[in-house]
């Protein structure tokens, strides 16, 4: 459903929120299943990592509907402003709390951590702030992440860079223009998940060259069919579409692994098929969708309110139970339950308390400040 907003004089697509917030609960639940498997085969929460892609579709739907025939009015400087406004206040405090427990987080399987510098560490957190990526001779952790810091952070670098070409080219393309881009994107994205050694589209936080491809790929076909989507389609009026939206989101994300080891092929076939046409159609029927109490209001909000400081935050704690698991080999689902629910608990509650008292806050001085 479509809410006025009194700051603006668009309507917000308020169900779509709620459903960032479904996703970025599981993304916690998949991070904190993903330590007990043994690899790809056998994680609980096995398609959680398609979340990013749903966010992506998401931002560039919004980005769409939000920024499209506001150009006239509207500078490129002053769209990165505005986009600087809502994402950086975040990546700087996720990037401080991965920080702040870097040195408690030495374990059996980050086992160099002691031994890193302190300046070394302060160096990383800098350019943390700036979300561009760090290099592999500054991997202060030993995953070879982008951000070593706060793992997440490296969907953020390619969500910049989606902004970046919307605002000083794609923006300006027609709609059949766009539509070829999308195309062509799609089919390096089922190619990628079809063909990967893997079997799937999961990756993206290195900086080498092939980890780049597949983060700009996972980018490229969910965030400019969002805003394909946004143009060519006008959302009609959907009942309960929040409920059977969320239930999709969740069938798709805790979908156990297709094909097995065998036909790896098959569980590539599953996330394009996935990513290609069921987020679009989960999208559309959510802008399209009627929030009927004001219970189902509150929670869209809530959900959408908590979804971007959730996932901005809930990795450095993560990291606590990340080392927790290594440091007791054998651990299994029944043992580790208990710890992984108070750090799904921490987790929003961290981030609810994020939002109030730092991000809007923050957000709105620097509005004041910024114009």
């Not at 980005?63 to 002053?78: C, E, L, P, Q």
């Not at 597949?214 to 394909?228: C, E, H, S, V």
């Not at 939206?245 to 098959?266: D, K, N, Q, T």
Request: a positive charge; hydrophobic letters at 50%; glycine letters at 8%.
């Amino acid at each position: 459903m479509i809410i006025s907003s009194e700051r603006s004089a668009k309507p917000h697509y308020l169900i779509l929120d709620g459903l960032r917030g479904v996703a970025a609960l599981i993304v916690v639940t998949f991070h904190l299943t993903e330590p007990l498997g043994t690899g790809h085969l056998d994680i609980l929460v096995n398609h959680g990592y398609l979340a990013v892609d749903f966010f992506f579709l998401l931002s560039g739907f919004v980005m769409g509907y939000a920024y499209d025939d506001r150009w006239h009015t509207m500078t490129v400087g002053s769209f990165f402003k505005r986009r600087l406004i809502r994402l950086q206040p975040m990546v700087i405090l996720g990037m401080t709390l991965g920080a702040i427990g870097f040195y408690y987080t030495d374990s059996t399987i980050w086992p160099l951590i002691h031994t890193v510098p302190w300046w070394k560490m302060l160096l990383v957190l800098l350019m943390g702030y700036t979300i561009l990526p760090v290099p592999l001779s500054l991997d202060i952790r030993g995953w070879q992440e982008m951000h070593p810091l706060n793992s997440v952070g490296w969907s953020l670098f390619f969500e910049y860079i989606a902004n970046i070409l919307y605002a000083v080219g794609i923006r300006k393309f027609s709609t059949v223009a766009l539509s070829i881009l999308v195309g062509i994107a799609a089919l390096a994205l089922a190619h990628l998940a079809i063909t990967s050694p893997s079997g799937d589209v999961s990756g993206g936080w290195t900086l080498n060259a092939e980890q780049v491809r597949i983060g700009i790929t996972r980018t490229m076909y969910p965030f400019f069919a969002g805003l394909l989507l946004s143009r060519i389609t006008r959302p009609t009026r959907v009942k309960r579409a929040f409920l059977w939206c969320s239930l999709l989101v969740a069938l798709v994300l805790y979908m156990p692994r297709i094909g097995g080891a065998e036909h790896l092929w098959l569980n590539g076939m599953y996330e394009s098929v996935c990513i290609i046409f069921i987020f679009p159609l989960i999208v559309y029927l959510g802008a399209s969708g009627v929030v009927h109490t004001e219970t189902e209001y509150r929670l869209c909000k809530f959900l959408g309110d908590i979804s971007y400081p959730l996932y901005l935050v809930h990795y450095p704690l993560v990291y606590f139970y990340v080392a927790w698991i290594s440091n007791h080999k054998g651990v299994t689902l029944a043992q580790a339950w208990p710890y992984a629910l108070l750090v799904l608990i921490g987790s929003v509650a961290l981030a609810y308390v994020s939002l109030k008292w730092y991000d809007e806050p923050v957000r709105a001085w620097l509005r004041k400040k910024l114009g």
